[in-house]
């Protein structure tokens, strides 16, 4: 049970700082995606949406070989006084900031495209400055959007596994989360605690969908008034 506890509490802190730190840099991403017309923004969308469709264990590997005491990222922490960020807590953080961009940024993005540009202007014929206009008329639009960017961000944190056991390892307290405790139990044969982790994290899945099914009524009520 301890276990289980010390699991719980990696898994809650790596799926709130993540998602916490792909809303603070995946907003002006997405809004920069959902407005430029640059020609990077193909080649910086399809990067962003790598994640999607790669291999957790592909991106694992190479971030596992980059923080390595022979990576350029390793080098680099160790240049620095901090060590090698393999296997540690926030090696993890780092992997899962790179491998849950896209479903965070993706529903920003969307969110950002739809808004009618006509509100933006007569903010700043009122001689609203951009941060004002973002702050106050773009955030109070798009809420339904940050609101799905948060709630994706941390399921799909939650269910992390490849990259997870990649970069971090099974480090009871530091790097163990409940989905490499579950594949632990499951290893050792103990399945009646394999059941209850797996129906756990079966009923937070579903509870995500029975979220993400509401906001969609919420969005289609709102629609249906304007």
């Keep these: 049970m301890n276990a289980i506890w010390a699991a719980l509490l990696v898994t809650l802190k790596l799926a709130g700082l993540t998602t916490l730190i792909l809303l603070l840099i995946g907003t002006p991403l997405a809004w920069w995606l959902a407005r430029t017309r640059s020609m990077w923004k193909t080649p910086i969308s399809a990067m962003v949406a790598l994640p999607m469709v790669l291999p957790p264990t592909v991106l694992g590997f190479y971030l596992l070989i980059a923080m390595g ?3 350029v990222l390793g080098q680099f922490t160790q240049f620095i006084g901090l060590g090698s960020l393999a ?5 993890l953080l780092l992997a899962s900031v790179l ?3 896209p479903f965070v940024v993706q529903p920003l993005q969307a969110g950002f495209a739809g808004l009618d540009p006509a509100v933006l202007d007569v903010a700043a014929s009122l001689r609203a400055s951009p ?3 973002f702050m106050t008329v773009v955030l109070p639009l798009c809420r339904p959007a940050f ?3 948060s709630v994706m961000g941390f399921a799909h944190t939650v269910g992390e596994f490849g990259v997870i056991l990649m970069v971090g390892g ?3 307290g530091e790097t163990r989360v409940l ?7 499951v290893e050792a044969m103990a399945y009646t605690e394999a059941h209850w982790l797996a129906a756990g994290l079966l009923g937070f899945s579903f509870l995500i969908l029975l979220v ?7 969005l289609a009520r709102r629609e249906g008034r304007a």
């Excluded at 296997?87 to 090696?91: L, Q, S």
């Excluded at 989905?179 to 139990?185: C, N």
């Excluded at 993400?212 to 919420?218: K, L, V, Y």
């Design 170 to 172: 099974n480090i009871e």
């Design 179 to 185: 989905s490499v405790l579950l594949y632990d139990r």
């Design 87 to 91: 296997f540690t807590f926030w090696g």
């Design 212 to 218: 993400m099914h509401g906001i969609s009524q919420h």
């Design 99 to 101: 491998y849950s961009m």
């Design 69 to 71: 005491p022979n990576g």
């Design 147 to 149: 609101l799905t960017a």
């Design 131 to 133: 941060f004002d206009r």
